[in-house]
T-cell receptor, first 111, second 115 residues
Framework: DSGVTQTPKHLITATGQRVTLRCSPR?????VYWYQQSLDQGLQFLIQ???????AKGNILERFSAQQFPDLHSELNLSSLELGDSALYFC??????????FGDGTRLSIL | AQSVTQPDIHITVSEGASLELRCNYS??????LFWYVQSPGQGLQLLLK??????LVQGIKGFEAEFKRSQSSFNLRKPSVHWSDAAEYFC?????????????FGQGTTLQVKP
């Protein structure tokens, strides 16, 4: 158990819809990272938050947004969903520059 | 640009045999290097990390990796593979300074273990 909790584990929705993925980092970790894992793109970094502030951005679509709340949990919002957004979305957390610990992911299926 | 290459997409070894998974990176400065393992339906578990110092790094589950700056490599090894080691293995390089620690991953190597 990594200590990083992601909900829900599975999400099935339709094109055009909006979903919210939730992540609770390990106790004491201030950094939260979001990654997307797909068959064609592999594991891609989306965005990082540190203590509530956006710190780094990767290949995140404009339809996607994220935030980190005062209690340090984070949410990834995906809107106007397309078939190509079907993927496994991981959250990771770390303490400063320490290694990242990953949750079990949310599997998003777009029908 | 920073990148990670895992040349072997799929590797099959017999149980009890030794294992080496290759990883090459491209990075402008001293990298932070990691190996993660992903079992089916699971998240990524950290096997080991290299930040600095001793170039031979010991990890969990009997794995080790050696950082070779001259070859830009960070290969993962295990002297005797167990059936439970069958999984997908990812090499990653840490990018950025300060607290911008995003990871760049290789495409992964799937390990199959024959009984």
């Amino acid at each position: 158990d990594s200590g990083v909790t992601q909900t829900p584990k599975h999400l099935i929705t339709a094109t055009g819809q909006r979903v919210t993925l939730r992540c609770s980092p390990r106790s004491g970790d201030l950094s939260v990272y979001w990654y997307q894992q797909s068959l064609d793109q592999g594991l891609q970094f989306l965005i990082q938050y540190y203590n509530g502030e956006e710190r780094a951005k990767g290949n995140i679509l404009e339809r996607f947004s994220a935030q980190q709340f005062p209690d340090l949990h984070s949410e990834l919002n995906l809107s106007s969903l397309e078939l190509g957004d079907s993927a496994l979305y991981f959250c990771a957390s770390s303490a400063g520059q320490g290694p990242q610990h990953f949750g079990d992911g949310t599997r998003l299926s777009i029908l | 640009a920073q990148s990670v290459t895992q040349p072997d997409i799929h590797i099959t070894v017999s149980e009890g045999a030794s294992l080496e998974l290759r990883c090459n990176y491209s990075y402008g400065a001293t990298p932070y290097l990691f190996w993660y393992v992903q079992s089916p339906g699971q998240g990524l578990q950290l096997l080991l990390k290299y930040f600095s110092g001793d170039t031979l790094v010991q990890g969990i589950k009997g794995f080790e990796a050696e950082f070779k700056r001259s070859q830009s490599s960070f290969n993962l090894r295990k002297p005797s593979v167990h059936w439970s080691d069958a999984a997908e293995y990812f090499c990653a390089v840490g990018h950025g300074s300060g607290n911008t620690g995003k990871l760049i991953f290789g495409q992964g190597t799937t390990l199959q273990v024959k009984p």
